[in-house]
């Protein structure tokens, strides 16, 4: 998806991170998660997975507000990746049909509340029934301003710089000009800052294409948690974790 840098940009209070909810420490500006671990939950009870996709998503609403509780200003959270598609069909459609009545069911709320919906990754592949959903709930929260939740959905790192490369050659932008300022600019994510935190669930330690560009200087934080069960209390500490890092993006300490 083409998205503007100057519409796009950002109108959030301070960048610096919050006291809230009785937390005395630094509370992360942007946080990124990977979702993963729901087909194991689903699996060690007896159920189908996609009965963990449709617990991962309930799970999603108690993290955003926890998020706002926080004072988290931006989410971004992987839903379905490039490499998805290569699941079984079912679990393919299921995935899909559950972005659709989330946009359904939950539009309404999630403006009420506040919360701007911006999408990550590419339109093509998806049905154009889910592309109207997804661009409607775009333009419709587009004046919120409390949590921006990214929704990194048909998102692959990889396909998102080669995506920027190729708009930045079709302009005809000089080389001498392409730099990392503007290169951001031609990302999915553009106008917002990158990421603070990456949180993976499961136990796995891995980035799987995930923001490859934004995650530079983030923190990562890998719980064996399955994604279902990663509550407001799991948030907390992963917060207090990162509060505890020392970030030097490369420079010496202080
Ligand atoms: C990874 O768990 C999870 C996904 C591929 C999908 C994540 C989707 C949700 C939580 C639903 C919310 C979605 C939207 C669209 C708002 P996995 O299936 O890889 O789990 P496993 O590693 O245990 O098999």
């Given amino acids: 998806m083409v998205v503007s840098p100057v519409r796009d940009r ?27 671990g729901n087909g194991r939950w689903a699996q060690e009870r007896g159920l189908p997975r996609l009965a963990g996709h449709r617990a991962g998503t309930e799970n999603l609403r108690r993290i955003l507000r926890a998020c706002v509780d926080f004072g988290i200003k931006i989410l971004t959270i992987y839903a379905f990746s490039t490499e998805n598609w290569g699941r079984p069909e079912p679990e393919v459609r299921g995935l899909m049909s559950i972005l659709e009545r989330v946009i359904d069911r939950e539009l309404a709320d999630l403006d009420r509340n506040g919360v701007r919906i911006r999408h990550l990754g590419r339109l093509e ?43 930045i050659i079709r302009e005809g932008i000089p080389a001498e000009r392409v730099d990392e300022a503007l290169f951001s600019r031609y990302l999915y994510t553009a106008g917002l800052p990158d990421p603070d935190l990456i ?12 923001l490859l560009w934004q995650g530079a200087y983030a923190e990562y934080y ?17 917060i207090e974790h990162y509060s505890r890092r020392e970030r030097r993006f490369g420079r010496l300490r202080q």
């Fill in 125 to 167: 592949g998806i049905s154009p029934r889910l592309q109207q959903k997804i661009r409607y709930a775009i333009e419709k929260t587009a004046h919120n301003d409390r949590l921006i939740l990214n929704v990194a959905f048909n998102y692959g790192g990889r396909a998102e710089i080669l995506d920027a490369v190729r708009r």
């Fill in 199 to 210: 949180v993976r669930t499961s136990g796995e330690v891995r980035i799987s294409n995930f």
């Fill in 10 to 36: 950002v109108s959030l209070n301070s960048r610096n991170a919050k006291r809230r909810e009785g937390l005395p420490w630094q509370v992360p500006y942007h946080l990124a998660i990977i979702m993963d």
């Fill in 222 to 238: 890998a719980t064996p948690t399955y994604w279902p069960d990663f509550d407001k209390e799991e948030l907390r500490k992963a």
